[in-house]
């Protein structure tokens, strides 16, 4: 399987948000798309799973313009993890997961089939989240509604997976174990995860590709060796890092403000 984002330009009321985005990925490869705050993380999210329309620019997975495909069935191909979404929707788990089969349901027809519940089934269990299927929306913790979110997600049994700042609200606990499950189920099902990051140290945890946004340009993408540079990260987001490299990995940690701190 083959992601393809070429070209793509964004705008909201003629300023650019995105431009010229450019880059690939495999089934199985955990991306990571970080860069500040404004940087375009959302908007090139929201463009992958035509949230947004391009100005310039396609974006194809295995060869098919996604733009082009209908939206119900393009929801077999995509599904998008939004930071915003309410948690006070007045319903059960079960009810809100069952939502994520309508790309499989028939016209005029919502009762759930025999394998809508087997996939629900499966993922639940896959995501520890099965003892939490009768409990309703607002009454679950905010590491276990993120976990729900995901799972609901994958229950689209999308190819690509998109999640916005997943780990926002989260400890550090549960940002390390929202970025596993991500991990866990980009390998397990070889789909492509793209997540959304602010933070280079965790992306640099779990990353296999980094996509490094600034001011809405991709100034870096590619593997983590590449991207996970101190110029280049200190350039872009104005703070010194040190990296250390640990096992196979390189490791990002901010130290201090550029600038002795001074504002910029
Ligand atoms: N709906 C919108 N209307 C106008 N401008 C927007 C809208 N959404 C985002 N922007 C602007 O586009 C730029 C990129 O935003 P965004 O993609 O949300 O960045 P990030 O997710 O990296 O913080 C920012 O300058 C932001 O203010
Ligand atoms: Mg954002």
Do not use: C, W
Not at 201 to 227: F, Q
Not at 247 to 261: A, E, F, K, S, T
């Amino acid at each position: 399987m083959k992601l393809v984002i070429d070209g793509v330009e964004v705008y909201y009321n003629s300023i650019p948000a995105l431009r010229g985005a450019s880059f690939e990925a495999q089934g199985g490869e955990v991306v990571a798309v970080i860069g500040p705050n404004g940087a375009g993380k959302t908007t090139l999210l929201r463009a992958i799973a035509s949230i947004v329309k391009p100005l310039r620019g396609a974006i194809y997975i295995d060869g098919r313009l996604v733009n082009s495909v209908p939206p119900k069935e393009r929801g077999k191909l995509i599904a998008l993890v939004e930071p915003s979404i309410s948690r006070s929707i007045p319903s059960s788990v079960l009810e809100f997961l069952l939502t994520a089969r309508y790309p499989y349901s028939k016209l005029y027809s919502f009762t759930p089939s025999k394998r809508d519940l087997e996939v629900i089934d499966i993922i639940a269990k896959k995501l520890n989240i099965t003892h939490l299927l009768n409990r309703r929306l607002d009454e679950l913790s905010s590491g276990e509604f993120q976990r729900v979110l995901i799972a609901r997600a994958l229950i689209q049994e999308p190819r690509v997976l998109l999640l916005d700042e997943p780990t926002a609200f989260l400890d550090i606990k549960y940002r390390l174990e929202v970025m596993e499950l991500v991990r866990y189920v980009t390998k397990e099902q070889r789909i492509i995860s793209i997540t959304a990051i602010h933070d280079v140290y965790l992306a640099s945890l779990y990353a296999d590709k980094v996509v490094l946004l600034s001011n809405g340009v991709i100034v870096a993408a590619g593997k983590p060796e590449d991207v996970f540079r101190e110029e280049l990260i200190e350039n872009v987001y104005g703070v010194k890092v040190q990296i250390l490299n640990i096992g196979d990995r390189r490791i990002v940690i901010p130290i201090q403000l550029l600038n002795n701190g001074q504002p910029t």
